[in-house]
């Protein structure tokens, strides 16, 4: 699962949607955003608000697109040079961290490998309770998830922005198939953690009781991860 940090039932996220400055791509500072750039990104906040408002209140396949153009206050054609897709109005959300694991990898100290500095950063966010990690039990966001996880068009746009995630982190890892299969094994093993841990709050625990299972469960999938496709032991008894 690719989704920011932030609460995604208000506007206070980074990504396509947000007026904050976005990285260079050298990774060496923030790129000072336009005024033409601030409006755009705005107007995809607004719709995208608007759209997951009626979505969380009605359901995502009873809303059309025109009537989330209305309250928006734009034109249909408008609302689909913003989001080609309905399903996008949603997950546009997740399109800031199309690239996160690429961005880990690149910005990792020269003594860190790959593995290590996404680890550090996956188990940085279960600390955050980052709702990338799945381990966030906001009301908010258990709404959000609830909504993407229960409407079947929305996961299957979902699986494309994983794609690009395994790609951008291929290219990052140097390209070669050896790259893109550590990138397909990476960016799977995320998704499923992070699954994992929405399926138990979902049930009903707290993120803090979680917390020490998805830790474990975490670092068990990175050794995993390192050691190749053979499981861990498991203790009889």
């Known amino acids: ?27 060496d500072g923030p790129v000072p955003v336009g005024l033409r750039e601030r409006k755009k990104r705005l107007t995809y906040q607004a719709v995208s608000d608007a759209a997951i408002t ?20 734009i034109s249909k054609p408008t609302l689909f040079r913003y989001f080609p897709a309905k399903e996008d109005l949603v997950l546009h959300r997740f399109a800031d961290h199309e690239d996160e694991a690429a961005r880990v990898v690149t910005g990792r100290a020269p003594d ?26 906001v009301p908010q966001v258990l709404a959000f998830l609830r909504l993407l996880y229960g409407t079947p ?4 746009r979902l699986h494309a922005y994983q794609g690009r995630s ?11 198939l050896s790259d893109r299969l550590a990138a397909g094994q990476i960016i799977a093993v995320l998704r499923i953690l992070a699954l994992e841990n929405w399926r138990r709050i979902d049930a009903g625990e707290s993120a803090d009781r979680v917390y020490a299972g998805a830790v474990q469960a975490a670092e068990e999938a990175f050794v995993q991860l390192r050691t190749g496709l053979e499981p861990l032991p ?4």
């Not at 609460?7 to 260079?24: L, Q, T, V």
């Not at 395994?166 to 070669?176: H, I, Q, T, V």
Request: include cysteine; glycine fraction near 12%.
């Open 1 to 27: 699962m690719v989704m920011n940090g932030e609460n995604p039932a208000n506007g206070d996220r980074s990504g396509p949607a947000s007026a904050s400055p976005s990285p260079s791509a050298s990774g």
């Open 54 to 73: 009626m979505f969380l209140e009605r359901g995502f396949d009873k809303v059309s697109v025109a009537e989330v153009a209305a309250a928006a206050d």
């Open 112 to 137: 860190e490998t790959p593995l290590d500095a996404l680890r550090r950063h996956f188990l940085d966010g279960l600390d955050r309770r980052d709702p990338v990690t799945g381990l966030c039990d």
């Open 153 to 156: 068009s929305l996961v299957a």
């Open 166 to 176: 395994e790609a951008a982190l291929a290219r990052a890892l140097g390209g070669g």
């Open 234 to 237: 498991h203790p009889r008894g």
